[in-house]
């Protein structure tokens, strides 16, 4: 394993001067995001509630198990025929289970992947599936219009509930209680449920297709999101609205707890992750990242952040470590110790064998994550301030490499603008280098294909760079094109002097011929000198174009 990699600081100035707040310090607190290229859009994220944290992705056919300590693969639950959806452990952290396309609930051991049970009842696909808290039953939710209690040791239903108008695509069961539990629909309602009885308790209409549903433990106040809205309701005030919240501008597809429920979270297809104070519900921190959103937790410690996006990315992002500062040792102490143990000097005999030591190969940062995969961690080793101003030839060599490895893009993505105007700044400075044109034109392409020009140019830090880019190409441009006019007029010149050089020097035997051939020589003599002079002088000009 690598080991982790101190973010590089940026000596450049800010631009634009934030204001810094306690949470805008906490939220930036955390670690360089490790990215991950999944086998589909993630529709789902959840995390384990036992230690260490693992956390199940849903994407494609397949549900993906991560350590929650070493932020690897742990395994993957693959026993699906079409596309599974809502991974979600148990409360003990010994089940799994999942709904497919297919019309299937299924429930796996997370630990050796082996399938348990299916349950087999829906008529469309199984986009919700959750335990209620007793742990041995199941609530799902369909593409069918309806939801359904399960119960786990017999794979019979226990409930099935009809009122919904359309399809179910979020819903959530209460931590306190076991048998209260939450669901959002495409009918644009939200209803509380009570598996004791045979209807919905608690019914309230979002305005919008509802994406994602949240509640507190105490199943007093929950929370619901469709289109660019969120809104809080008061269960306890039979569906009081408390309050709307429009701060996206494109669709809100997931919500989630932090902070010990201090805090809650919206995700969006506007590629941002708002973070909101519960007893405000004012946004306090915004993060940006390179894709539509589809889905983000939070794990229960509050250490690891993980979100997934549309175009198959998955982003991992630890919180820093807390560093204590080592306890400085009292000369006393020191002169003490070495007084305490004496040092012998070793004198080796004739009959001693030697054995030579190779010694260990230090590699650079930079390629100790190439060695561990870690691309992400490898582009920041190589963008230091040391390495990126006294060394630009590493940093371009580390993009080649990524280039050749097929993860540049993991690699830029998911990077804040600080990380971004470190490169961006990077590109200015060193595209005028024939040597790195290539490499930095086909990374700056890049980056303006992941995060898109409108969403950089909204970006104040970086619009003056990104300018300053724009200015900097067209003026290459110009050059080249005024060179190459040269060249071509050069060319011109050169053949037509050439040919000069081979008129006939003879004259005919007498007469006007002979005068006129002479006159005519010396006519073409004179043209060649005049042109010699031109090419001097556009060579020169050509030289000086070319030097600048």
């Not at 309701?233 to 569906?239: E, R």
Request: proline fraction near 4%.
């Amino acid at each position: 394993m690598a080991t982790s990699f101190k973010k590089t600081s940026i000596s450049v100035p800010k631009l634009v001067k934030e204001k810094s707040t306690p949470d805008g310090v906490y939220w930036k607190n955390l670690e360089t995001p490790i990215t991950v290229k999944e086998y589909g859009a993630i529709t789902d994220i959840d995390f384990c509630p036992t230690k260490p944290h693992n956390f199940a992705v849903t994407n494609s056919m397949r549900v993906q198990i991560y350590n929650g300590g070493s932020s690897q693969l742990e395994g993957t639950v693959s026993r699906f025929k079409d596309v599974a959806y809502s991974g979600t452990y148990r409360g003990d952290g010994k089940l799994l289970v999942a709904g497919t396309e297919d019309k299937y609930i299924k429930l796996f051991n997370p630990g050796t992947r082996s399938l348990l049970r299916t349950f087999k009842g829906h008529h469309g696909p199984v986009r919700v599936t959750k335990f209620l808290q007793d742990q041995f039953r199941i609530i799902s939710g369909s593409d069918d219009k309806s939801v359904r209690v399960w119960d786990i040791p017999t794979e019979k239903e226990i409930h099935i509930y009809q009122e919904h108008q359309d399809y179910i695509r979020c819903g959530l069961t209460s931590s306190s209680t076991q048998d209260i539990f939450l669901t959002g629909s495409y009918d644009h309602t939200v209803k509380l449920w009570d598996a004791r009885t045979q209807a919905s308790v608690l019914s309230v209409n979002h305005g919008s297709p509802v994406e994602s549903v949240l509640m507190f433990p105490n199943g007093g106040i929950f929370f619901s999101a469709g289109g660019n809205v969120v809104k809080i309701w008061d269960a306890l005030a039979g569906g009081k609205l408390m309050a709307t919240l429009n701060n996206h501008h494109k669709t809100v597809t997931s919500l989630c707890f932090c902070s010990k429920y201090e805090r809650f979270m919206s995700a969006s297809l506007d590629k941002h992750v708002k973070v909101y104070d519960v007893a405000s519900y004012q946004v306090v921190h915004t993060l940006t990242y390179s894709g539509p959103i589809l889905s983000h937790a939070v794990s229960p410690d509050d250490n690891l952040l993980v979100v997934g996006m549309a175009d198959k990315m998955l982003s991992i992002q630890r919180r820093k470590p807390d560093v204590q500062p080592e306890p400085t040792r009292s000369k006393k102490n020191l002169k003490l110790r070495g007084h305490s143990h004496h040092a012998k000097t070793f004198v080796p005999n004739k009959t001693d064998s030697f054995i030579a030591i190779k010694r260990r190969e230090l590699l650079a940062p930079y390629d100790r994550h190439l060695k561990s995969f870690n691309h992400t961690k490898a582009l920041d080793a190589a963008l230091q301030v040391k390495i990126r101003v006294n060394n630009p030839e590493v940093t371009v060599s580390v993009m080649q490499e990524l280039i050749r490895r097929g993860h540049i893009r993991a690699a830029l993505s998911g990077r804040d603008d600080n990380s971004l105007l470190m490169v961006l700044r990077f590109i200015h400075k060193n595209l005028s280098n024939p040597a790195f044109m290539s490499t930095l034109m086909d990374v700056f392409n890049l980056i303006l294909e992941i995060y898109g020009l409108s969403e950089l140019m909204n970006s104040g830090p970086l619009v003056s760079v990104l300018v300053k880019i724009k200015e900097l190409v067209n003026l290459e441009v110009r050059l080249m094109t005024s060179v190459q006019e040269i060249m071509g007029s050069l060319d011109l010149l050169f053949a037509v002097a050439e040919n000069q050089t081979l008129l006939p020097t003879t004259s005919s035997a007498s007469g006007e011929n002979g005068m006129e051939t002479d006159s005519n020589t010396v006519n073409e003599l004179v043209e060649g000198h005049s042109l010699l002079s031109q090419i001097g002088s556009l060579a020169t000009h050509a030289d000086h174009m070319i030097k600048t």
